[in-house]
């Protein structure tokens, strides 16, 4: 007996895990629209309105003239590498999303199919080890360009994720104190009998927040890119649909953080005020997803907001505020739960 | 052969031959991504004995931060085939002998062990989970444990009184 496996058990997740890739990658095409009209928007323009109703078919066509321009590959640099660039940055874009549980339960064909692709006891972890590595997508093709600009960006870029990591890794310590659990999924299932995690860590979710907009390199965080002084960043030497797939993992990355983030602190698939258990399950699992796309889309609103509302960082500040400030806040955050967990557990009054 | 058996033998080749070209590629930049490799394959065999956060720390670890760093300096430094230094033919022998000797150390530890001959069970056996392994680090070895942390500290203290010394 080769290969023993459940057949039924494979075509299930194949079908999960391309749903869940196509769906990120449409969501991020969208996402660019909505950049798009929304810096409209605040700047008092009317955004992209010609291909379609409202300009909606605009991304498609931003895709096909990615996907038509000529592809040029500078002379001295190391071919397979600057290919290797963007592709790691696409690929650990997308993974970190095999974690999440997009919705409760659905019954289906006689089967009960969870909608997540794999509930591994170290979810949160593996999202944290998906994003470290997202830096190497950037270094990797900034090196490859064979460009002092380049090159440049990509230092900033991996300093950047290096020092912000440690702030997000002390703050989710605190979060892990108070769930006890390091399982996406039943961080959301106690969330849906208790409170909210935000109303346990408002400090953590902010300094995770700040961190978050920093890993995604998103303003004012985008000293990685940023055009005056560097020219266009990691990505000067890029063109065609290599490009386009360093601004597309940045725009899946964004989408991925929201989810995470709806997911550590704002209860993920959970409907506020209803109790999901007296209803049917496969409406209740819809109603889920449906919800939480709603606390998604609420912040990569808040990510084009402050993009567009908040000018860059110099370097300096940059560093500053991940080292002086956000390290020491998250530390006293860490200490100030694991105090009061500890009252609360041995029932010490004062 | 079982599904473990086929990926055991897959991820050992990988490590293996990802081991090698870190040792013989030219290029500096060229060896890091190859150290990385080896990092996700023993990761995957760490998974293979059910030791989830192991895996899981070790490529937040090594892969996602030390072997940044790495490449970091190689990249600041844009050390390359021409810019290394010519090495001494008596170096190279006296590396090779050294190196020599640490190997036959290893195959004696390896094979002399009582471990070795006792194979891990692959799959089974749930010492890895996060759970048990917390248990063990803060029960029974709370203390080696502790002092491991103030050693990472001092090294910690250290690098930056280093690094202020220098301006």
């Known amino acids: 007996?080769?290969?023993a496996i459940d057949l039924a058990f494979i075509i299930e997740k194949l079908v999960l895990i391309v749903i869940v890739v196509m769906a990120s990658l449409v969501i991020a095409m969208y996402a660019t629209y909505g950049e798009r009209k929304i810096a409209a928007i605040l700047q008092d323009r009317r955004g992209p309105n010609r291909a379609g109703p409202f300009g909606i078919l605009q991304p498609v066509a931003d895709g096909l003239k990615l996907f038509f321009k000529e592809e040029i590959i500078p002379d001295f640099s190391s071919k397979f590498l600057f290919i290797l660039g963007p592709s790691m940055a696409m690929l650990t874009a997308i993974m970190a999303g095999a974690v999440v549980p997009w919705g409760n339960q659905?019954?289906?064909?006689?089967?009960?199919?969870?909608l997540q692709i794999a509930d591994v006891n170290v979810g949160i972890l593996f999202v944290f080890a998906v994003v470290s590595m997202g830096v190497y997508g950037i270094m990797i093709g900034s090196w490859a360009s064979n460009n002092k600009y380049s090159l440049m960006g990509g230092l900033r870029a991996a300093s950047q994720i290096i020092s912000y990591e440690l702030a997000m890794g002390i703050s989710l310590i605190a979060l892990l104190m108070v769930t006890g659990t390091l399982s996406l999924k039943e961080m959301v299932v106690q969330q849906q009998t208790g409170y909210w995690n935000i109303f346990y860590q408002p400090l953590g979710f902010l300094i995770f927040l700040i961190c978050a907009f920093a890993e995604c390199n998103r303003t004012p965080?985008?000293?990685?890119?940023a055009e005056n002084e560097l020219i266009g960043g990691y990505h000067t030497e890029y063109s065609s649909m290599k490009l386009g797939f360093y601004l597309f993992a940045e725009y899946i990355n964004m989408f991925v953080s929201s989810v995470i983030m709806a997911t550590l602190f704002f209860g993920g698939y959970d409907i506020p005020f209803l109790n999901e258990a007296n209803y049917d399950q496969n409406w209740m699992a819809l109603f889920g997803l449906m919800a939480l796309m709603t606390k998604v889309v609420c912040f990569i609103f808040l990510f084009m907001w402050v993009r567009w509302t908040i000018p860059r960082f110099r370097y300096d500040q940059l560093m500053n505020l991940g080292w002086r400030v956000l390290i020491p806040l998250a530390l006293f955050n860490m200490l100030l739960t694991g105090a009061l967990i500890l009252f609360k557990q041995n029932n010490w009054h004062f | 052969m079982s599904i473990t058996e086929l990926l055991f033998w897959g991820l050992s080749v990988l490590a293996l031959f990802s081991a090698i070209m870190v040792v013989t590629s030219k290029s500096p930049v060229h060896s890091i991504l190859f150290l990385i490799v080896v990092f996700f394959a023993i990761s995957g065999h760490y998974i293979l004995m059910n030791a989830q956060f192991l895996a899981i720390v070790n490529i937040i670890v090594y892969a996602g931060?030390?072997?940044?760093?790495?490449?970091?300096?190689?990249?600041?430094?844009?050390?390359?085939?021409?810019s290394e230094p010519k090495k001494n033919r008596l170096i190279q022998f006296a590396g090779l002998i050294s190196g020599g000797c640490l190997f036959l150390v290893f195959i004696s530890a390896i094979t002399k062990?009582?471990?070795?001959?006792?194979?891990?069970?692959?799959?089974?056996?749930?010492?890895?989970l996060i759970k048990?392994?917390?248990?063990?680090?803060?029960k029974d070895y709370l203390i080696p444990f502790e002092i491991?942390?103030?050693?990472?500290?001092?090294?910690?203290?250290?690098a930056v009184v280093i690094g202020k010394k220098e301006s």
Do not use: C, K, T, Y
């Not at chain 1, 965080?221 to 890119?225: C, G, I, P, S």
């Not at chain 2, 009582?114 to 890895?128: D, E, I, K």
């Open chain 1, 1 to 3: 007996m080769l290969l």
């Open chain 1, 221 to 225: 965080f985008d000293l990685a890119e």
């Open chain 2, 132 to 138: 048990n392994l917390g248990m063990s680090l803060f």
């Open chain 2, 148 to 158: 491991s942390s103030v050693l990472f500290l001092s090294a910690m203290i250290g």
């Open chain 1, 106 to 114: 659905i019954h289906f064909f006689n089967r009960d199919i969870s």
């Open chain 2, 113 to 128: 062990s009582a471990s070795a001959n006792n194979l891990l069970q692959m799959g089974g056996g749930n010492f890895g």
């Open chain 2, 65 to 82: 931060a030390i072997m940044v760093l790495f490449l970091f300096v190689v990249m600041l430094m844009n050390l390359n085939a021409e």
